[in-house]
């Protein structure tokens, strides 16, 4: 609470909450003052709750309430900063909410179910607060993080053995999925992108029951959730013989790709990460069709802070784990797109991704 | 939009914007006025949407925004309320938002993206405004409804086959949802839940690593999207042979569950189905372990209203589908919860799920 500008915070974004006490549930709000934290939940996690806050070993309280938890934990916050503003007369009543991630009707609720003295002054906006702090993951964090990066891979290497022409999309998406759960995972991150053929083209081209072709690119972007922790990859490869064409865009986003990684350091802005890649589509007359960002954070969520986009002023920070992901899409003929993750360092980046990046031919 | 109290709204709640123009994307803002419907996505998803509002047939153009697709959104509304006020005096210059989908940041960074003389008075917060058409389902939605509820029985029966002693339940979950997707099913609804053992006693324990025991409870819930919409059951069956003492406790779940089915109609108030099973588990003194509430609509999204939680006044009507899930709770010693989807009809309920209900002793 040092760092923060308010003496209090109410913190209802889950993956929030989860960072700070360890509580995994679906319903919950974290409240904290310069004194103590407390999380409030309801009846269905009562084990839940008291067994993974203890885990966490944060010192957080558990509290079962009956209403809407946010509601309980606005009332417990006014009534904290109320007993602390009479006993020293220098306590501001404030409590910091995160405006990103709180609705304009959830703020109405928290002001009616306070004392109407405190109803105009008490809530105080602020930006993501938390956020911010979880994208730089510490060594337990990473440690994590490359096991589920590595989980990706032994999938990917699987997955490898399964395709070929005629099988449905949905059996690739089907397989990586069953195979994910069987290694441990919690469950994906996203839902699992198999484009094949013409669908390539699509970026964001969740499977569908199109059976793969005899011959054209099949790009599968697909991640894991490993103990609370999201992986993030995708690879295209390429059924049948490519033509010479299609293996110059190939090798035109990987080199783009590559460029992207390399130019990855502690110091460097996002935005001279993303024009790496973008600078290399350029040169060849593909920036066109490169329609989205070179990548983003990812961590308890899969798309968290800094965005690696355009002009993106913010630097990148030893600890931040991002995605380089690059893509070329000509509608209605085909698409490409590579993705690593990448843990940012002093020096460089380490990648976390260790499947094959040349054009596989299956 | 003849029923809607503003003149023209913006819509960012990405099941509503499904809803309303048939975009499955995960970045869209649709903003319509009482004379056009508009759109705004972006360049990844030039191609899907343009395919997938051509199919719903409602007259929606597409925007592709360079930047932000809902400050285009707002962008545009100001824009064409401002000519209809221009050619008729009577236009009403307000923008109807979502208060309960919308958070306070992006409230403000609509309104910095407005003219400085529509900034105050342009955007109008307003309850959920779509939300609740989607309750009433019509008899194309039903009847995707209904075989996505087919498709949970489907798995159930399969999964009937696997269960034994000593395989995860990770296992279990692995395996529903491997044959969800082979079976056509975009995804799960939600994080499968697979609770043995002592864990039956977490209503929300999703799948462990936990072998399954010898003996004891085996709870499952899990749920499947077919074609955009969500099913939901829950069963608990039995390992080994249940005691006499478990064996009660499950009959009196099942009678408070059927209980509550069978009060099911329209104009009953969903406090009153809520009350249909909690009376049967007061009258055994099972209440107190009943720490949920009976259940909630399902469509879009596997949370819709109505809730059916006690007290609730808000009446049943038909079209309506809901989940009947009363549940009984020990902790550290076991647990017990038994889930139907229903259809609610002018005259009745018409069950979705088909799966036995009967104590199962695998």
Redesign the interface.
């Not at 309801?42 to 839940?48: I, V």
């Not at 405006?99 to 009707?105: C, K, W």
């Not at 083209?201 to 499977?207: F, I, S, V």
């Given at each position: 609470m040092a760092a923060i500008p308010v003496p209090a915070l109410l913190i209802t974004n889950l993956p929030d909450v989860r960072y700070l006490s360890g509580f995994t549930?679906?319903n919950a709000a974290l409240a904290i003052t310069r004194r103590a934290a407390r999380l409030f939940t309801?009846?269905?996690?009562?084990?839940?709750a008291a067994e993974e806050v203890k885990a966490a070993g944060l010192g957080v309280k558990v509290e079962i309430a009956s209403g809407p938890a946010s509601v309980a934990a606005i009332q417990w916050l006014a009534a904290q900063l109320g007993e602390q503003a009479a006993a020293d007369k220098t306590t501001i009543l404030q409590v910091g909410f995160d405006?990103?991630?709180?609705?304009?009707?959830e703020?109405?609720r928290w002001r009616e179910a306070l004392p109407s003295k405190l109803r105009r002054k008490l809530l105080t906006?602020t930006?993501s607060l938390v956020e911010p702090l979880r994208h730089l993951k510490d060594e337990d964090e990473l440690a994590v993080m490359r096991q589920a990066a590595a989980l990706g891979d032994e999938l990917f290497s699987h997955i490898l053995t399964i395709i070929q022409p005629g099988i449905p999309e949905?059996?690739i998406?089907?397989?990586l999925?069953?195979q994910a759960?069987?290694r441990?995972a919690?469950?994906m991150s996203f839902?699992?992108i198999v484009a094949s053929g013409v669908r390539s083209?699509?970026?964001?081209?969740?499977?569908t029951?199109t059976p793969l072709p005899r011959r054209g690119f099949l790009t599968m972007d697909f991640g894991v959730i490993l103990n609370g922790y999201c992986s993030d990859m995708t690879r295209t490869v390429y059924l049948g013989k490519p033509s010479i064409a299609e293996r110059n865009v190939y090798e035109a986003v990987l080199a783009a790709q590559e460029s992207a990684v390399a130019a990855v350091r502690a110091g460097v802005t996002c935005g001279e990460v993303d024009e790496a890649a973008r600078s290399i589509l350029r040169d060849v007359q593909l920036a066109d069709w490169f329609?989205?960002s070179t990548g983003h954070g990812v961590g308890i969520e899969i798309h968290e802070g800094p965005r690696i986009a355009a002009n993106q002023a913010e630097k990148l920070a030893p600890g931040m784990v991002i995605t380089i992901e690059p893509g070329v899409y000509f509608?209605?003929d085909f698409g490409i797109r590579i993705e690593d993750m990448v843990a940012v360092t002093r020096t460089g980046g380490e990648v976390l991704t260790h499947s094959p990046k040349a054009l596989i031919e299956l």
């Open positions: 549930g679906s309801d009846g269905r996690y009562t084990t839940q405006a990103t991630h709180t609705t304009v009707a703020v109405d906006p930006a949905t059996a998406a089907a397989e999925e069953y759960r069987m441990g919690e469950g839902e699992t083209a699509l970026p964001h081209g969740r499977a029951q329609t989205h509608p209605g």
